[in-house]
């Protein structure tokens, strides 16, 4: 009943026992999966299975799943979320992937597709703008349905929440954090507790990007390397946020601007994303050469200012409407092997032997 399950409000085993009132009596989550079921291997290769699927971020990715190790062996407060962090960096370079990906690893099954939220936090720049998050005040309208996040805690307690641009957040949500990340509780609109002792906690941030941006424009960026880049951004971290709320949390790390090798290597990601169904339901096999790669990359690049984000754009452009084109047309039948070349600066496909 959707009408129910809308209305949960539970936390952990142990705050029932300690007699905590948040409304566990009500029913149990809908999410099967919990932190307590994954496995000691399945974390032991976690930071692994995220390097396959994100490029250039080992460093960050390392502290992150050492982190969630040491919650998983118990080294950690259980009453707190399993890990709060904060990645600055430039725009473009994987901040968000990496949690993305981080549920998709960890949390995400075949049966279960939820565990994630993105609070996208240019949406809460007003004071009032919590409300969305725990629910208007009683007597407001909708104060009964409960907020975004407490009501997603309440039905998928192991879960990913990410605060996305968290500098363009009102002050209201930082004491919210502050809250999760000291008690790992939440109190909704209605006055129900939701605990977050098996949430993930994420934050974006690009602060002092546009700054950096500035220098190099300047004529300076020709020798800023990445220890300068680390440097400015921390020192503009700690100008715009208040240090309580940043001592709060378990790490902030910088997620480094990404080098050529790495353009390349997230061009095949994409490529290999893009034929993914293609392979599947067309039986075609599709290959590709150094030259296809260095065409995508090269083909209207503006790294510094948009990093990777601008790759999957060209690689439908370039590579899958030509693909689509050719196979509509049935230039090639089921069980084809292809191969992708260049040829004129477009990329052309022929049949391998």
Known sequence: NPELRRNLRVGPQQNRAEGNKCAAAIGEPAQKRRFNDVTP???LTLADRIKKRVVGQDHVIDQITESIEMAKADLKNPRRPKGSFLLIGPTGVGKTLIFEVLFEELIKTAE???GFICIDCPEYCLE???AKLIGAPP??????KGGLLTNHIAMYPFSVVLFDEIEKAHQSIYNLQMKITDKGMLTDSQGNKVSLSEAIIGMTSNVGVKEMQ???ALGFGARIDEETKREHLEKSLFGHFNPEWLGRLDGIFYCRSLAAEDYLKIVD?????ALKWFAERRKIEVSWNEDVKQLIYANGADTDRFGARPIKGRVERLFSKPLSKCVLRNDFQEGDRLEAGVEKEKIIFERRS
């Open 269 to 273: 990601l994409e490529l290999a994303l």
């Open 139 to 144: 007597g407001y309208i909708m104060s009964d």
């Open 128 to 130: 009032h703008d919590i």
């Open 41 to 43: 291997g399945e974390v």
């Open 214 to 216: 500035g220098l190099k």
């Open 112 to 114: 279960e597709e939820d």
